[in-house]
């Protein structure tokens, strides 16, 4: 069978096609053999990056009549490259406006008509600009041409908020008389070229003042086998730029939390487990820094991020109670709390992995054994033949298997967290997994953190420069987070929170409520989840 061949540059994926000897007078070559460089538009997307060689290209002949209306694309770079193909493969006919087309032509399949902006802009009620802002300008000499046309703008800022309004809405500012639509500038040239990409998102994110236009290009997006999403009016432009280029916005929160927290932990371990007894005795325990240290702020950190997670649904219920309505408005901290449960979640469940492969890996020091074989040779010499310790075989004995177990259940937590685990689970089911078994799992880890210590917490000699020991100080949280739980689970205080999520309203600041802003006007209450 013929395919496409798209060869780009070293970091690009290749594409290659092989074609028997006596089907190729069926073939239509789009791209000359034998090209070794591109070149596109000024203020085009992409520039020549896309393809500097265009090698043994074919693609199934294409109708010379299209019942699909005819798409025009201004500027010739990577993106307008992977465009045109994408709709050649879909059936569309494809114009091309360049200010250089005989230059460009050859980079191009031939069944493209590759002209001049005036007169592609002129064949095509559907028109992709494919140059960025700071070109805009030269749009104004089409003006007139351009006239009650869709104008999809694909255009990316290289960094969030660079100019005070987005280029879609300053498009529109220059062409008041054409209908501008937002939309596939968050798909990647490596995603248009794949005919259904696997490895690549597929939501194509849409907006414009016009209703119709809207649809229309959504129904296009469609056609390409993207997934539209429509945002609304133009004023979502904004959001939609800053998509490509933030950085995991959702993540920073989360990932800032854990970093202070570890920062934290590990000072705290350091001044009483490696300063004390360097001050006070003179022993130099420096080596247990890249080992024993990070292994003991690992699991401090984990339990603290998990009872974060559980903290923040109950200072919501909390909220809940104090104005006797679910319809109120939480606070912005902690509405950011409550939509960064996930992220949490899933950095506790990575510490926790971390420190079972450092615990694994303790045994295998140098150091560790030096200090058996020193306690072999001391037992020696005291004359002692067993050292068994029921009680302490027993502490190590469940405080293991109290970790196997938290560590299971925070397992299933994170696996249930995957968007098509998720989508298979009904909502009273996955509510059961985050919310029942994640508290069931808060309370192993805790179980398995009290075994950790076990008397030591009442140990004079643990009270380094008179700081509790770390375990201490990590388990504080989790034990006030489940009794916070306990106190929820009261009939008295479980029927009322009962009956606020269902709707009812008798609190003394049921008159200070809120109305819906944004897109919450839009929503039903039925579809809104609090926790």
């Known amino acids: 069978?013929?395919?496409?061949?798209?060869?780009?540059?070293?970091?690009?994926?290749?594409?290659?096609?092989?074609?028997?000897?006596?089907?190729?007078?069926?073939?239509?070559?789009?791209?000359?053999?034998?090209?070794?460089?591109?070149?596109?538009?000024?203020?085009?997307?992409?520039?020549?990056?896309?393809?500097?060689?265009?090698?043994?290209?074919?693609?199934?002949?294409?109708?010379?009549?299209?019942?699909?209306?005819?798409?025009?694309?201004?500027g010739s770079g990577d993106f307008s490259k992977c465009l045109t193909i994408r709709l050649l493969r879909c059936g569309f006919r494809v114009v091309v406006g360049s200010r250089q087309p005989k230059r460009v032509a050859q980079f191009f399949p031939h069944v493209v008509d590759v002209t001049h902006h005036e007169d592609a802009v002129g064949k095509a009620s559907i028109v992709f600009l494919a140059?960025?802002?700071?070109?805009?300008?030269?749009?104004?000499?089409?003006?007139?041409?351009?006239?009650?046309?869709?104008?999809?703008?694909?255009?990316?800022?290289?960094?969030?908020?660079?100019?005070?309004?987005?280029?879609?809405?300053?498009?529109?500012?220059?062409?008041?008389?054409s209908v501008v639509v937002k939309g596939f500038n968050v798909i990647s040239a490596w995603a248009m070229q794949q005919a259904c990409p696997k490895d690549a998102s597929r939501q194509v994110f849409i907006c414009s003042n016009s209703?119709?236009?809207?649809?229309?290009?959504?129904?296009?997006?469609?056609?390409?086998?993207?997934?539209?999403?429509?945002?609304?009016?133009?004023?979502?432009?904004?959001?939609?730029?800053?998509?490509?280029?933030?950085?995991?916005?959702?993540?920073?929160?989360?990932?800032?939390?854990?970093?202070?927290?570890?920062?934290?932990?590990?000072?705290?371990?350091?001044?009483?487990?490696i300063v004390h007894p360097y001050m006070k005795h003179k022993q130099s325990d420096f080596y247990k820094i890249p080992m024993e240290m990070v292994n003991r702020t690992l699991p401090t950190v984990a339990i603290t991020l998990l009872a974060l997670v559980y903290l923040a649904g109950q200072l919501a219920a909390a909220h809940q109670l104090y104005y006797g309505t679910k319809y109120r408005r939480f606070p912005h901290w902690l509405e950011g709390w409550l939509q960064s449960r996930k992220q949490l979640g899933l950095l506790s469940f990575f510490l926790a992995c971390v420190h079972v492969l450092y615990s694994l890996c303790l045994p295998m020091r140098r150091s560790e054994r030096y200090l058996l074989l020193n306690m072999a040779y001391q037992q020696v010499h005291a004359n002692v033949e067993n050292s068994w310790n029921e009680e302490e075989v027993w502490r190590v004995e469940m405080y293991v298997s109290f970790g196997i177990m938290s560590l299971g259940l925070l397992s299933l937590l994170a696996v249930t967290s995957i968007p098509s685990v998720h989508s298979a689970l009904n909502w009273r089911e996955f509510s059961f997994i985050q919310s029942t078994l994640g508290y069931v799992a808060l309370l192993i880890a805790t179980i398995h953190g009290l075994l950790f210590g076990w008397k030591r917490a009442f140990e004079e000699e643990a009270y380094r420069f008179y700081l509790p020991p770390s375990f201490v100080v990590a388990l504080a949280l989790p034990m006030c987070v489940i009794l916070g739980k306990v106190l929820l689970l009261l009939p008295c205080v479980a029927r009322k929170l009962h009956r606020i999520r269902r709707g009812s309203e008798n609190g003394r600041h049921c008159s200070r409520r809120l109305d819906p802003v944004g897109s919450a006007a839009h929503v039903s209450p039925e579809r809104v989840t609090i926790m």
Do not use: C
């Open 131 to 177: 140059i960025r802002r700071e070109h805009y300008p030269v749009l104004w000499d089409l003006k007139h041409l351009l006239e009650g046309k869709i104008l999809v703008d694909v255009s990316n800022n290289r960094r969030v908020n660079q100019y005070p309004e987005s280029n879609a809405e300053y498009l529109a500012s220059l062409l008041p008389e």
């Open 1 to 74: 069978m013929d395919s496409i061949s798209m060869m780009g540059s070293g970091s690009s994926p290749v594409f290659s096609t092989a074609s028997s000897s006596h089907h190729h007078h069926h073939q239509a070559s789009f791209f000359p053999n034998g090209l070794k460089n591109g070149s596109g538009d000024v203020g085009d997307l992409g520039g020549t990056s896309f393809a500097s060689a265009f090698s043994a290209t074919t693609i199934p002949s294409v109708p010379a009549v299209s019942a699909k209306p005819a798409v025009a694309i201004l």
């Open 211 to 273: 209703v119709d236009a809207r649809q229309q290009i959504m129904e296009l997006a469609r056609q390409l086998n993207f997934l539209p999403v429509d945002m609304g009016t133009l004023s979502s432009s904004r959001d939609i730029e800053n998509m490509p280029v933030r950085l995991f916005p959702a993540w920073r929160g989360p990932v800032l939390t854990a970093v202070a927290l570890s920062i934290f932990f590990f000072a705290y371990a350091f001044a009483r487990d």
